[in-house]
């Protein structure tokens, strides 16, 4: 039995923060869940796919956010308690199907996991998903704790459903990405049945019916309201004349702090946890008698501009701050040094900052740049594309995926990036406007995401550039998540139609196509050379299974291979593959054999056939 089904109340589980949101989501009775995997919400994800292996939870990876929001949409108006995951940027994605929503309602509870990340740990922006919930009327919960994460996720679904609305619960990596002990509820029964009755005059959003939809949303902000001003979620902590509004992870940062900073019985901290719609009263209420206050949020001024707007409308003139150059900023994510260091400043406190470690006889931290693991099939594909394409003028608009990590040395094929299936469409501008040849690369599962209507759109349209579809088999940067053109069979799982890429590309219409193997070099290099030479859309796809993935369906290489004395030291395998299985050693070239996949590249590289199998 999965852990996260034990129906154990008071029983403790050191548990991931996403395996408590898991947890919450089980307690309330989840029925049914949608995601497209994204970086740091993964693990909720995981967890409820293989609770739904053993119980009757419907669980499905959509083939993208909006997609899976739509599923989960369906799902809640037909009263089934729902689960709808997303990292931050997923919600741009989800947001058409989201704002529409807002207005429609929902029957059954639908929660919505927004994952932020701030400091871009695995992200290409820090965007603040509030705001979202300002901008579509929804309310939002922000845990502290990984205990309130469980109990949020429990209060989101009673809160969504109280209201006929979505509840998004936003997260941050810190949040999702921590371990703590965990204190079990009670796993309420699941609703897996559902129904939906007919009303569209409420529920088909033409003009004339949103209209009164959105009547009733404003009502329901204003319940919303209410609920805010009363919720156990917000509350007050100490007292004293000066102020601290907080929220998130920020909180711990701040109570810390005050402690730290001997402010105890001068300071008071007020935390919101159910930050949207903004609880006016409790916030003047809070302001009232204060000599100044600070707001301590990572990401953007979203409470400081709702404080100074409650501040404003109830009269009260007292120095309000939060953003500044000698505050908090709105890049990364704050650390308990930052947040006692601005909180001294603030308040005119003295403080020392404890004196840093003497480290300057210890040798500096050998530099780990991320790259693309031993015998990745990415690297071959970008070494002959490169090889292909020698002497032309290329850029290389790429996607995101482990092959966005083609940017680095000495690969270098990686120019322009904006989007989850950006490379399809940003690749035919490039092409009218660019004076280059273009050559874009996307991988499997962000073709299906949303890499598809790019590559309509430049046959539509006669644009002159080659897609490299990177077929790995899997979903492999965010762990290893099915898509719609993995295999599931070969997981032990039935119930799944597979959809053939090549057969979507043909369908389309594309007629220039190279299928190749990227680990047969000379072959493929051969084959994109010719395709090169053809007018329009061209499209190479490039297939081989991701080695870990590989790994872990029996089905990984058992060969090693070494270097032999026969090598003069070119080092051509090295300056253009940058396998981390090779190593220079005493000014030679070595291979790690624990490292080593056998994928035969720099075997295949080398000019004079110096790499072997390692007897």
Same mark, same amino acid.
């Given at each position: 039995?999965?852990?996260?089904?034990?129906?154990?109340?008071?029983?403790?589980?050191?548990?991931?923060?996403?395996?408590?949101? $898991?947890?919450?989501?089980?307690?309330?009775?989840?029925?049914?869940?949608?995601?497209?995997?994204?970086?740091?919400?993964? +693990?909720?994800?995981?967890?409820?796919?293989?609770?739904?292996?053993?119980?009757?939870?419907?669980?499905?990876?959509?083939?993208?956010?909006?997609?899976?929001?739509?599923? $989960?949409?369906?799902?809640?108006?037909?009263?089934?308690?729902?689960?709808?995951?997303?990292?931050?940027?997923?919600?741009?994605?989800?947001?058409?199907?989201?704002?529409?929503?807002?207005?429609?309602?929902?029957?059954?509870?639908?929660?919505?996991?927004?994952?932020?990340?701030?400091?871009?740990?695995?992200?290409?922006?820090?965007?603040?998903?509030?705001?979202?919930?300002?901008?579509?009327?929804?309310?939002?919960?922000?845990?502290?704790?990984?205990?309130?994460?469980?109990?949020?996720? *429990?209060?989101?679904?009673?809160?969504?459903?109280?209201?006929?609305?979505?509840?998004?619960?936003?997260?941050?990596?810190?949040?999702?990405?921590?371990?703590?002990?965990?204190?079990?509820?009670?796993?309420?029964?699941?609703?897996?049945?559902?129904?939906?009755?007919?009303?569209?005059?409420?529920?088909?959003? *033409?003009?004339?019916?949103?209209?009164?939809?959105?009547?009733?949303?404003?009502?329901?902000?204003?319940?919303?309201?209410?609920? $805010?001003?009363?919720?156990?979620?917000?509350?007050?902590? @100490?007292?004293?004349?000066?102020?601290?509004?907080?929220?998130?992870?920020?909180?711990?940062?701040?109570?810390?702090?005050?402690?730290?900073?001997?402010?105890?019985?001068?300071?008071?901290?007020?935390?919101?946890?159910?930050?949207?719609?903004?609880?006016?009263?409790?916030?003047?209420?809070?302001?009232?008698?204060?000599?100044?206050?600070? *707001?301590?949020?990572?990401?953007?001024?979203?409470? +400081?501009?709702?404080?100074?707007?409650?501040?404003?409308?109830?009269?009260?003139?007292?120095?309000?701050?939060?953003?500044?150059?000698?505050?908090?900023?709105?890049?990364?994510?704050?650390?308990?040094?930052?947040?006692?260091?601005?909180?001294?400043?603030?308040?005119?406190?003295?403080?020392?900052?404890?004196?840093?470690?003497?480290?300057?006889?210890?040798?500096?931290?050998?530099?780990?740049?991320?790259?693309?693991?031993?015998?990745?099939?990415?690297?071959?594909?970008?070494?002959?594309?490169?090889?292909?394409?020698?002497?032309?003028?290329?850029?290389?608009?790429?996607?995101?995926?482990?092959?966005?990590?083609?940017?680095?040395?000495?690969?270098?094929?990686?120019?322009?990036?904006?989007?989850? @299936?950006?490379?399809?469409?940003?690749?035919?501008?490039?092409?009218?406007?660019?004076?280059?040849?273009?050559?874009?690369?996307?991988?499997?599962?962000?073709?299906?995401?949303?890499?598809?209507?790019?590559?309509?759109?430049?046959?539509?349209?006669?644009?002159?550039?080659?897609?490299?579809?990177?077929?790995?088999?899997?979903?492999?940067?965010?762990?290893?998540?099915?898509?719609?053109?993995?295999?599931?069979?070969?997981?032990?799982? @039935? @119930?799944?139609?597979?959809?053939?890429? +090549?057969?979507?590309?043909?369908?389309?219409?594309?007629?220039?196509?190279?299928?190749?193997?990227?680990?047969?070099?000379?072959?493929?290099?051969?084959?994109?050379?010719?395709?090169?030479?053809?007018?329009?859309?061209? *499209?190479?796809?490039?297939?081989e299974l991701c080695p870990l993935y590989a790994r872990s369906l029996g089905k990984a290489s058992n060969r090693v291979f070494a270097v032999s004395d026969k090598c003069k030291n070119h080092r051509i395998c090295v300056d253009e593959l940058g396998c981390p299985a090779m190593y220079i050693q005493d000014g030679r070239v070595k291979i790690n054999p624990g490292q080593c996949t056998?994928?035969?590249?720099?075997?295949?590289?080398?000019?004079?056939?110096?790499?072997?199998?390692?007897?």
């Amino acid at each position: 039995m999965h852990k996260l089904l034990e129906d154990a109340p008071g029983k403790t589980l050191l548990l991931l923060g996403n395996e408590a949101i $898991a947890r919450g989501a089980i307690e309330a009775g989840v029925a049914c869940g949608a995601t497209y995997p994204g970086t740091p919400s993964s +693990e909720i994800s995981l967890n409820l796919f293989q609770i739904s292996r053993e119980t009757d939870l419907y669980f499905e990876y959509s083939t993208n956010e909006k997609v899976a929001l739509e599923v $989960a949409a369906a799902a809640a108006n037909c009263g089934v308690r729902t689960l709808c995951i997303m990292k931050h940027v997923g919600v741009n994605v989800a947001a058409d199907a989201l704002m529409t929503l807002a207005y429609v309602g929902i029957k059954g509870g639908l929660v919505i996991v927004s994952a932020d990340d701030p400091y871009m740990f695995s992200s290409q922006n820090e965007q603040d998903n509030r705001y979202y919930g300002k901008l579509s009327g929804l309310c939002i919960l922000e845990p502290s704790t990984l205990q309130e994460a469980k109990e949020m996720t *429990v209060a989101a679904f009673d809160l969504s459903e109280k209201l006929g609305q979505p509840v998004i619960l936003r997260t941050t990596t810190r949040i999702n990405h921590s371990t703590a002990a965990i204190t079990l509820g009670p796993i309420s029964p699941r609703q897996a049945g559902g129904g939906f009755e007919k009303n569209p005059f409420m529920l088909v959003t *033409v003009p004339a019916v949103s209209r009164k939809l959105h009547t009733r949303l404003l009502e329901r902000i204003e319940k919303a309201v209410a609920l $805010a001003e009363q919720s156990p979620y917000n509350f007050v902590q @100490g007292q004293g004349p000066l102020g601290i509004v907080t929220n998130g992870v920020s909180f711990n940062y701040v109570a810390d702090a005050v402690n730290d900073l001997k402010l105890n019985g001068r300071v008071s901290i007020l935390r919101l946890g159910f930050t949207n719609p903004a609880p006016k009263n409790l916030i003047a209420s809070f302001l009232a008698g204060k000599e100044r206050v600070l *707001v301590a949020e990572e990401g953007e001024p979203f409470m +400081e501009e709702m404080v100074k707007v409650a501040a404003q409308e109830k009269g009260f003139a007292l120095p309000i701050a939060g953003k500044g150059k000698e505050l908090f900023s709105h890049e990364g994510e704050f650390d308990p040094a930052l947040v006692r260091r601005v909180i001294a400043a603030y308040f005119s406190v003295l403080y020392q900052e404890p004196e840093k470690l003497e480290l300057s006889d210890l040798p500096p931290i050998p530099a780990r740049p991320p790259n693309l693991c031993a015998g990745c099939p990415h690297r071959a594909s970008f070494a002959i594309i490169k090889k292909a394409a020698k002497g032309k003028e290329v850029m290389f608009p790429t996607d995101i995926g482990c092959y966005t990590l083609g940017l680095l040395p000495p690969l270098n094929a990686a120019d322009f990036l904006i989007c989850m @299936g950006s490379s399809s469409g940003t690749a035919g501008g490039f092409a009218r406007f660019s004076g280059k040849q273009v050559i874009s690369f996307i991988g499997d599962s962000t073709f299906f995401h949303s890499g598809i209507p790019g590559l309509v759109n430049a046959i539509y349209n006669n644009h002159d550039f080659t897609l490299v579809i990177l077929d790995n088999g899997t979903t492999a940067m965010t762990g290893h998540q099915p898509h719609p053109g993995v295999d599931m069979e070969a997981l032990g799982f @039935g @119930g799944y139609n597979r959809i053939d890429i +090549e057969k979507v590309i043909r369908g389309l219409g594309v007629e220039n196509i190279a299928v190749i193997e990227p680990l047969k070099v000379k072959k493929s290099i051969k084959a994109v050379e010719e395709l090169f030479q053809k007018p329009g859309v061209k *499209v190479v796809l490039s297939k081989e299974l991701c080695p870990l993935y590989a790994r872990s369906l029996g089905k990984a290489s058992n060969r090693v291979f070494a270097v032999s004395d026969k090598c003069k030291n070119h080092r051509i395998c090295v300056d253009e593959l940058g396998c981390p299985a090779m190593y220079i050693q005493d000014g030679r070239v070595k291979i790690n054999p624990g490292q080593c996949t056998g994928c035969a590249v720099c075997a295949q590289v080398c000019p004079e056939n110096a790499i072997l199998p390692a007897k």
